[in-house]
């Protein structure tokens, strides 16, 4: 394995296009979206390289559009399953010998193929079978893929050139990183493009073979996304892509001798489960797992008195209700002091009840579905909680529809308990509660915010009093893995701003980041004597 032989490009990262009317990538899309809509797509098992179609299939059915099939995806049965792991462990050998540029090759040019000629199938794909609008599909699906892929490659060089500061005359003291041991098990959530490839992508840029469970409602871009990276030249057998049954797959997955790592986004409930599985079969591993989660969220934004009412209406609505607030970051919670409120809710009502959503393929439309049945039933459930509550009061939308696709509208609640149930529990839709609270209990309210919740993932205040903003800064420490000062909660860029939380939204290993390879290397440390010893006595033991 060489050592810095060789320089990867500093990254920038991927310019966001507008796709505004009569722009060049604005036609393409729509040309991408008629031809994926106007097929059904048979999406395979992939195990070393081989595509297994003859399984049993579950639809892929697009979230606004119930009518249109997307795909018919195979589902792994359990001899798949044990096969995909033994043939990740199998090609980590090979794959980890090859020097870390040649490995990094790969990930670069798959970058440049998703932000070049396969961009428009990436956002179409995301688009239909995700439900997210052409602006949301190009910064993840796109962007941020790209940008995980080419980050990536310039950290893990980084890391490959980090040796013990000194070797001292007659010694060569050196320092390998080598991947861990085993498998690595990928197990992706439905919203990003972007994260359910990474997953995969950043363990096998280190060496490590992977077993990539998707969820099944993200398959369409997936599929396209392993594609690519075959034609970058990523070899059969380092990523091995199963879709079926969460539990068997995990079960498998997670009793297995050589599991070396789980690499993981989606729900605190399930990482908890994964977790003491783990515990359960520690003795059963030839390591110990690495466990890297980022996991759920109860995002907050905090306005001080002293805030800028029309940069925190944009933020409120923007971190709320951007792709239906399937987001781990999005805006759920949001504190108020009354002294703004009124003013600011009336601006609320107004430019939230002007929002238009509906298919994506309609460029003007803000919001579109939410992702399934499951999570429409869950959310309107936290809707119909508000309408019969004592404590709290729907004052703007509150509307939901399934006739056609998954829709609810942007939904704004107002409690006078801060503590109440759309307070602090996840609900990963278009709903913000709000709390507005006395000006003079700020102290107070504070301690509500940072105590509410188990989570610790995105926070945001607001203010233009320095001394306020540095108070609240403070205050908010150990609150949220990323956060955000007169912004939104949401957006992160991969090198600018390292996402992650801690307490239950997760491990906090930052995506797209060094601090996220470093998960999936064991470092070898070597020390080459070049002076023999020939003798075991030390000066000391001579007489005197």
Known sequence: ?????????????????????GSEERANLKTELAAQKSQTVEIPIVI??????????????????????????????????????????????????????????????????????????????????QSKTCHQAEIEAACELADFLRFNAYFAQKIYEEQPMHSPYGQWNRSVARPIEGFVFAIAPFNFTAISLNLACAPALMGC???????????LATHYGLQILE????????????????????????????????????????????????????KNYRSYPRIVGETGGKDFVFAHPSADKDQLLTALIRGAFEYQGQKCSA???????????????????????????????????????????????????????????????????????????????????????????????????PVLTVYPY?????????????????????????????????????????????????????GAVVGQQPFGGARGSGTNDKAGSIYNLQRWISHRTIKENFLPITAYEYPHMGES
């Open 1 to 21: 394995m060489s050592h810095g032989t060789f320089m990867v490009p500093t990254p920038q990262n991927e310019p966001v296009l507008s796709y505004a009317p």
């Open 48 to 129: 070393g390289g081989e595509k297994v179609f003859d399984r049993e299939t579950l639809d892929l059915v697009s979230p606004h559009n119930r009518k249109l099939t997307l795909a018919k995806v195979a589902q792994a049965n359990r001899d798949d399953v044990s096969k995909a792991i033994d043939t990740a462990i199998a090609a980590r050998k090979q794959w980890a010998a090859l020097p870390w540029e040649e490995r990094a090759a790969v990930f670069l040019k798959a970058a440049d193929l998703i932000s070049g000629k396969y961009r428009q199938k990436m956002n179409a794909a995301t688009m239909l079978g």
């Open 209 to 219: 073979g992977v077993l990539l469970k998707p969820s099944h409602t993200a398959t």
């Open 231 to 282: 034609e970058a030249g990523l070899p059969a057998g380092v990523i091995n892509l199963v879709h079926g049954d969460p539990k068997m797959i995990g079960e498998l997955a997670l009793s297995h001798k050589d599991l070396g790592g789980i690499h993981f986004t989606g729900s605190t409930g399930v990482f908890q489960h994964l977790w003491s599985q783990v515990g359960s079969n520690i």
């Open 331 to 429: 805006a759920s919670r949001a504190y108020i002091p009354k002294s703004i409120w009124q003013e600011l809710k009336k601006d609320l009502i107004e430019s939230t009840s002007k929002i238009k959503m509906g298919d994506p393929e309609d460029f003007s439309h803000f919001m579109a579905a939410v992702i399934d049945q499951k999570a429409f039933d869950k959310i309107n459930a936290y809707i119909e909680h508000a309408r019969a509550a004592k404590d709290a009061n729907i004052i703007c939308g509150g509307e939901y529809d399934q006739s056609q696709g998954y829709f609810i509208r942007p939904t704004v609640i107002e409690t006078t308990n801060p503590k109440y149930k759309s307070m602090v529990e996840e609900i990963f839709g």
């Open 438 to 490: 006395d000006d003079a209990q700020l102290e107070e309210t504070l301690q509500l915010c940072e105590e509410s919740t188990d989570y610790a993932l995105t926070g945001a205040i607001f203010a233009k009093d320095r001394y306020a903003v540095k108070k609240l800064c403070d205050f908010f420490e150990n609150t949220a893995g990323n956060f955000y000062i007169n912004d939104k909660p949401t």
